[in-house]
C-alpha cells in the first residue's frame, strides 16, 4: 500500500533554512496534492501549504513568503523548504496526501519528523 | 480563516462506553468535515470525510453526523484501540485548519 515518509535534519539553526523531503512508496505521486502539516510540542496541527505535480502550490498565508515547495516525479518525492526559521518553528513536521474529489480531505500520512530549531 | 473548536479537550472513558465529541466551525463550512484519529508516534489516520462518510477500513463504530457549523464524532462501543487524540479539520477554504484534538484517556 502507499506509504509516506518524511527525511531531513532534525536540528536548524535559527535564521537558517529547515528542509524536508516526503517519499511516496507503493504508489504514483501523480495526480494527488501533497501538503505539509506540522505540530507544535503541546499546540495543534497546523497547515503549512500544498503543492501538485502540475506545479500549483498554496501556503499558509500565517507563514508568509517563507514557504517553498515543490515535486519530483522522478523521484516519487515532494519537499519543503522553510526559510528564516526561529524557536517557533520547532515542531513534528508531517507530509499527507490530500484528495481531491467532491470533498478534499487528507487521506494518507507520514509518522512525521521531528524538527528543532536551536543553535 | 476558519477557526475550530473541539470539545471536550480530553475525556476519561472505559472500553465498552458510547463517546461523543463535538465540533463547531466559526463560520458555516456545509459538510466539508474530516475527522482523524492520532497516536502518539504513529500517522495520523483519516476516519471520516464529508462530515459522516466511513473511510475505508474503519470499522462502523465510528461515525460522524453535523453540517453547517456544528458537527460530532461518535463511538459507539469504545474499544482498548480506540485510546488516542481525535481531531477534526474543515476543508471548506484554504487554509484548512484543524480543531485542538479531544484526548481519550482511560478512567
Known amino acids: 500500500q502507499v506509504q509516506l515518509q518524511e527525511s531531513g535534519p532534525g536540528l536548524v539553526k535559527p535564521s537558517e533554512t529547515l528542509s524536508l523531503t516526503c517519499s511516496v512508496s507503493?504508489?504514483?505521486?501523480?495526480?494527488?496534492?501533497w501538503n505539509w502539516i506540522r505540530q507544535p510540542a503541546g499546540k495543534g496541527l497546523e497547515w503549512i501549504g500544498r503543492t501538485h505535480t502540475s506545479g500549483g502550490t498554496n501556503n499558509n498565508p500565517s507563514l508568509k513568503s517563507r514557504v517553498t515547495m515543490s515535486v519530483d516525479t522522478s523521484k516519487n518525492q515532494f519537499s519543503l523548504r522553510l526559510s528564516s526559521v526561529t524557536a517557533a518553528d520547532t515542531a513534528v513536521y508531517y507530509c499527507?496526501?490530500?484528495?481531491?474529489?467532491?470533498?478534499?480531505?487528507?487521506?494518507?500520512w507520514g509518522r512525521g519528523t521531528l524538527v528543532t530549531v536551536a543553535s | 480563516d476558519i477557526e475550530m473548536t473541539q470539545s471536550p479537550s480530553s475525556l476519561s472513558v472505559s472500553v465498552g462506553d458510547r463517546v461523543t465529541i463535538t465540533c463547531r466551525a466559526s463560520q458555516t463550512i456545509a459538510r466539508y468535515l474530516n475527522w482523524y484519529q492520532h497516536k502518539p508516534g504513529k500517522a495520523p489516520k483519516l476516519l471520516i470525510y464529508?462530515?459522516?462518510s466511513l473511510q475505508s477500513g474503519v470499522p462502523s463504530r465510528f461515525s460522524g453526523s453535523g453540517s453547517g457549523t456544528d458537527f460530532t464524532l461518535t463511538i459507539s462501543s469504545l474499544q482498548p484501540e480506540d485510546f488516542a487524540t481525535y481531531y477534526c479539520q474543515q476543508s471548506s477554504s484554504t487554509p484548512p485548519s484543524f480543531g485542538q484534538g479531544t484526548k481519550l484517556k482511560i478512567k
Open positions: 507503493g504508489g504514483s505521486i501523480s495526480s494527488y496534492y
Open positions: 464529508a462530515a459522516s
Open positions: 499527507a496526501r490530500e484528495e481531491w474529489l467532491t470533498y478534499w480531505y487528507f487521506d494518507l
